[in-house]
């Protein structure tokens, strides 16, 4: 069994007037047994939140290409990670979109996810153990779908033993805005 530690950086979110001066983040050690619901959890906690909505996360590879999506229990329905795209919104994707300098390799892999998708994960079914962090460059964890609390993840340390409690916030970084800024501010 493994022990992993995962940053999960806040990222800015300027219509909910959230532009910190500073990194905000949360390092969460969770089990490789613990669900992707169970991680969820825990950064619900960590980041102060109170009402409940729904969440993914999406696997990336080492260019940033989504590999595969899991999602909040209740939209799980075994379909596809994301709606496919035909060959001339990929291409414009691409066009519009992808660094000049990315690899022809990696362009084809974002074509390929694109048109094929893999089926979507279920995150009250999916361990972090069966993410193979191998293979995957980093995830993104987006919640409330609405206001889009978007999060980038990375793995910052693994070591062997196991876990005899829930995953836990074992350092932070910058204060966690208001889930609703614009409420508090009435």
């Known amino acids: 069994m493994a022990i992993y530690v995962f940053r999960v950086w806040l990222h800015p979110n300027p219509p909910l007037g959230f532009e910190p001066g500073e990194e905000v983040w949360r390092d969460i050690e969770v089990d490789g047994s613990h669900t992707l619901a169970e991680f969820h ?14 969440y993914e996360f999406i696997t990336r590879d080492e260019d940033g290409i989504a590999l595969r999506s899991y999602v909040h229990p209740q939209l799980y329905d075994g379909g596809a990670s994301w709606r496919p795209m035909d060959v001339e919104e990929i291409d414009r994707f691409i066009e519009q979109a992808v660094p000049d300098d990315a690899t022809e390799a990696a362009k084809e892999r974002f074509r390929d996810l694109q048109s094929n998708p893999p089926p979507e994960g279920n995150t009250a079914e999916t ?7 191998d293979e995957v460059g ?23 033993g196991s876990l005899d409690c829930d ?4 350092d932070k970084q910058g204060t966690a805005p208001s889930q609703y800024p614009d409420l508090d501010e009435q």
């Open 167 to 170: 995953p836990i916030v074992v």
């Open 138 to 160: 980093a995830l993104s964890y987006i919640f409330d779908m609405a206001d889009n609390w978007d999060h980038y993840i990375g793995l910052q340390e693994a070591r062997e």
């Open 41 to 54: 959890e825990a950064i619900f906690e960590a980041y102060e939140r109170w009402d409940s909505h729904a």
């Open 127 to 133: 361990t972090v153990d069966e993410l193979d962090l």
